[in-house]
Structure formats: C-alpha cells, structure tokens
C-alpha cells in the first residue's frame, strides 16, 4: 500500500480538480491528484469562462494568463429571423452593485488552455499531475479512505487518504465506488458540437443564439479568425438514437445550421465535430463521510447558458478553504458539511432552469415549436426591452449574483438593511483608495484569510475612522494571519494603516449603507456576516467561524509548514 497518509486525494485533473488541488494548496494542505487518462485532452470541451471565474482566478493568481490567452465576449445576439435580432451589450448591464466586476464580459477559452493553466499553476505549488491511475475502488473506514488504482499496464496499487474528492466527471468512478446515486433522466434529442470555421456576414468574437422551428443553434466566437464553437440539437429518426458518442457527417453538420440560422453560414473547416446525448442528473448528497463530489461528477445538465465548468469551478472554490480549515483544526469538521447545504441548491435551481430552458428551445413538441416561432420573438423582445431584467438576466449568467440565503454560515445583527448585501451574497466590487490610488475592493480580500470590512457610514450616522481602526487592530492581533480587517473610510482624509479611503461615498453607496456597519468576507469573497461595527458582536461571529484558531498551531498534519 502507498501509504504516505495523504491529507487529499483529488481523482480527476479536469477544471474542478484542478482548482480544488489549486486552492487546497494555496491554503497550506498537502495534496495528490491523480487522472487515468495518460495525457491531458487536447479538446476545447467547454469553452465559456464566466465574470465570476475570472475574480476567482484572479484570486487564485492565474487571471492575466487566461485573459492573454482568450478573447473577450462582449455582446449576445439572439438570432429571430435575418432581419430580426436582440443585442444585449454585457458592459452595459454589468454596472448594478450586484453584478458589477472588473471582467465586464465574458471570456472564450478552450477547456485544455484552462486546465493547462491551472496544470502549470499547480507545478508551481510544488504539485504534479499523476497520469495513467485509474480508480478501480475505495473503502472507507473511520480514519480515511483507501483507494485502490490501477496503473496503465494493469499494475495495482492501494492509496491511503484521509480525505477523497472525486471531480472524476459525469461517469465518475468515485461516486460509482461510494454507491451514491447519480438521478435523473436523457434529453430525446441528439446534439452536435462542434468547433469549425465559418463563412458568414456576422463578426467574430460575440455569442450568437438562434432559435427555430427546427430547434436551435448557439454559435460562440472561440480564439482565431472566424472560428466558433457550435451546439446544436438533432432530430432522432425513426431508428433511433445513435450511440453515446459519434461522428456526424460534414452533409449532417451543414443541414443542421442550414434548418436553424436565419442568415447564410457555410463550414469551411472543422477542427473537430462530434454527436453525443445529453443528461440531467444529479447526486442527492455531495458529502458521503469521507467522500466528497464536486462538479460533474455530482451533476450534469444542458450545456445552455455556459454554466457547467463555470459551477464545478465554483463547486472547487467553495470547498477548498473550508476542508483546509477543518484540516488545520481552525474549524469544526461540520464546516465541510456546509459545502452541501450551499452548493447542492445551487446544483439543483441550475438543473430546473435549464432543463426547463432546454425543454422549450429544442423541444419538438407543437407547442415548443410554436414558442420558438411565434411567441419567443415577441416575449422576449419585450422583456429583453427591460433593463432591469437584462442585468438580472446577465448577472445571473455571469454567475456573479450566485447567492447561498440559506447557510448554516449566515448570521446577522440588526434589521432595515435595505439594499446592503445579505449574508451568501458575493461581497460587491468597488474602487477604494489606498495611497491615494484608486484600487479594486476585493484585492484587500484576496488570499487565504476571513476580511472584515467596517464602514465608517456617513454625515450624522457615522463613526470615527479612528475609532473603527483601534477595533480593526485588535480584531488582527486575535487572529492573526486569518483575519484581516480594514476601515473603509467616508472621511476626506484616511491615514491609518487599517482605513481605506471612500471620499466619494461609493463603497457605501455600492453597499446600500449610509450608517456604521460591518461585514464579516470569507476566503471566497461570500458575506457570512452583517452587523453593526460592534467589537464583541464581531469577537463572537470569528469564535464560530475560527473555534480553533487558538490551539491549532501544534497541529501540522497536512500543513506547509
């Protein structure tokens, strides 16, 4: 048996593996990740990297690589008839509070560009992909998992882990092992995709949808000169679905985007074309004792709305800090429980929206054809016409108003918050100054540390920034290295080294506040609490978060120490 009592093991070195080894390092835990593929694939596979992936890559470190290496996506285009279209700029309905971020579109990038990134990332950690292991299965007992694999030329080998995250995709052999059932059903249609290069009258780089009575097609601008990826559903005829995975012809690939765009395109070259089936399933439970899932492997669903990688990045980040703390003896174990409560909801009102989605744009039915032709353009240009449902819309597709309102992390102090943002909620980006530069919010967030923000308010609801900074140095000296506080200033001058300066009131307009409050920000940029900027009100919301904090210093197992 390998046993090196492995803190983590991560199976499976796709996006989510790979971020979630990323960050359990990131945050002082020993990790080994493991894939049987002998190689990394070569496929683009998902290709859309959402706003709110790219602040979590930028916390990770890794951004400015992945903005070099993309394109930037700035306008959707839903596609009625050829004269007969809705643009929605992303720039413009990124500026609300909730929806506002640095990364004001969205990003193409091919799938093995990310896991590149983040590969080289990891080396960096001191952390290597170990190829060509296959999980044949696992056995848990009170103390830890043990996985046993098999190697490319069939030698067995047995894996001693305390923990075991299985981000082995929607045929993951972890939750086949653990017995926990993956529920759910098949879409009836067929679906090519596609990356090719087009002849067509529309411009490179934006996202195109296009319903029709046929069904639908989306078309997404990927990197290089007039290439896209294309999705798109086919009709099963009379013999049947075809097997899970096939090749369509360069004729069947043309005729499906001749039946569903309104404008001429015409295929000039294909990098590679594939047809396959769709699911939608899902795991009941992501925790299973010792066991944890994370991205397809706990859920897959339709590719609409380019939520897939972006949620199991999500998945990752979410989990990352909270095992490291109960690792670390910071936390309860508990902790990991609420990686559950959190994401499984998020899982779950994703798979609803876009089966429901799914259902009426490729339905065949009479009345998802008539939707489509008839009712869509008309609907959905009116309510597209509402701003405030566009950035609604936009905002939730950014996955930038991704929210967890029923935590059992959330607390609060007080009431009449109005628009300030609740406990779950992302912590909203703004500029403060810091030396009299204008400088991001959230970059006072990033690292491994909880943050707390205390807003001095404003004109006769305010509080000293002095008075605010004695409390900020304490709420330090208590923890150190795992909470950082700073003041966030309404004062025209802010030369405390805990206060950032508001002079123009936008952090607190940004926030909805106008007098004295705190936020408690946890590593994931997520509020966990809301409060007056009360000393002892904010000492007993860390306790909770942090119970051992103050004893954890002889524990080093898993740490890098």
């Excluded at 998992?145 to 030329?153: E, L």
């Excluded at 779950?424 to 810091?434: K, N, P, S």
């Excluded at 506040?513 to 007056?532: E, N, S």
């Amino acid at each position: 048996m390998n046993d090196l009592r492995t803190p983590v093991l991560v199976v499976g070195a796709g996006p989510s593996g790979l971020t979630v080894a990323n960050e359990l390092r990131r945050h002082g835990v020993q990790v080994r990740i493991i894939d049987r593929a002998p190689a990394p694939a070569a496929t683009s596979r998902a290709l859309v990297v959402q706003p709110r992936v790219l602040e979590i890559f930028e916390d990770m470190g890794v951004v400015d690589e992945v903005l070099a290496t993309g394109n930037a996506a700035t306008s959707l285009n839903i596609l009625f008839r050829a004269d007969e279209r809705f643009r929605m700029q992303l720039h413009d309905l990124l500026q609300d509070p909730a929806n506002f971020t640095r990364y004001q579109s969205l990003w193409t990038l091919s799938q093995d560009d990310t896991e590149r990134i983040l590969t080289k990332h990891l080396a960096t950690q001191g952390v290597r992909v170990e190829r060509g292991l296959a999980v044949t299965d696992l056995v848990s007992d009170e103390d830890g998992v043990t996985v046993s694999v098999r190697t490319d030329d069939g030698v067995v080998d047995k894996i001693r882990s305390r923990w075991v995250i299985g981000c082995d995709g929607a045929h993951s052999t972890v939750r086949q092992a653990a017995g926990i059932p993956f529920e759910g059903s098949t879409y009836q249609d067929e679906f090519i995709m596609a990356d090719a290069e087009l002849d067509w009258e529309l411009p490179d780089g934006d996202l195109y949808v296009s319903p029709s009575r046929s069904g639908f097609v989306a078309v997404f601008g990927m990197p290089g000169t007039h290439r896209f990826r294309i999705f798109g559903n086919v009709i099963v005829g009379p013999e049947g679905p075809s097997a899970e995975y096939s090749e369509p012809t360069h004729e069947e690939f043309q005729a499906m985007l001749d039946s569903r765009l309104p404008v001429p395109a015409t295929v000039v070259k294909e990098h590679w074309v594939s047809r396959y089936r769709l699911h939608r399933k899902a795991v009941p439970r992501y925790r299973d004792g010792q066991i944890i899932l994370v991205g397809d492997a706990a859920h897959v669903h339709s590719p609409a709305g380019a939520q897939g990688m972006n949620t199991g990045i999500q998945d990752a980040y979410n989990l990352a800090w909270k095992l490291a703390l109960a690792i670390r003896g910071i936390a309860d174990e508990s902790i990991v429980d609420s990686y559950h409560a959190e994401r499984h909801p998020v899982g779950e009102r994703l798979l609803a929206t876009t089966d429901r989605f799914f259902t009426i744009i490729s339905g065949q039915n009479a009345a998802s054809k008539f939707m489509r032709t008839h009712v869509a353009p008309r609907l959905l240009t009116r309510i597209l016409g509402r701003k405030s449902f566009r950035s609604w819309f936009i905002g939730t597709l950014a996955q930038l108003r991704t929210s967890y309102p029923d935590s059992p992390l959330n607390r609060q102090r007080g009431s009449d918050w109005k628009d300030a943002p609740a406990p779950g909620d992302r912590a909203r980006q703004v500029d403060v100054l810091i030396d009299g530069t204008p400088t991001p919010l959230h970059n006072l967030m990033h690292g491994t540390h909880h943050t707390v923000l205390l807003f001095t308010g404003v004109d006769n609801k305010a509080r000293s920034a002095v008075e605010l900074c004695r409390i900020a140095e304490r709420i330090e000296w208590a923890y150190p290295d795992l909470v950082r506080a700073h003041v966030v200033s309404a004062e025209r001058f802010a030369d405390h080294p805990c206060a950032v300066g508001d002079p123009d009131r936008a952090a607190h307009k940004q926030y909805g506040i106008d007098r004295a409050a705190a936020f408690v920000v946890r590593p994931d940029l997520h509020i966990g609490y809301r409060g007056a900027p009360a000393e002892d009100e904010l000492l007993a919301d860390l306790v909770q978060r942090l119970p051992g904090a103050h004893s954890s210093a002889g524990n080093t197992m898993g740490l890098n120490r």
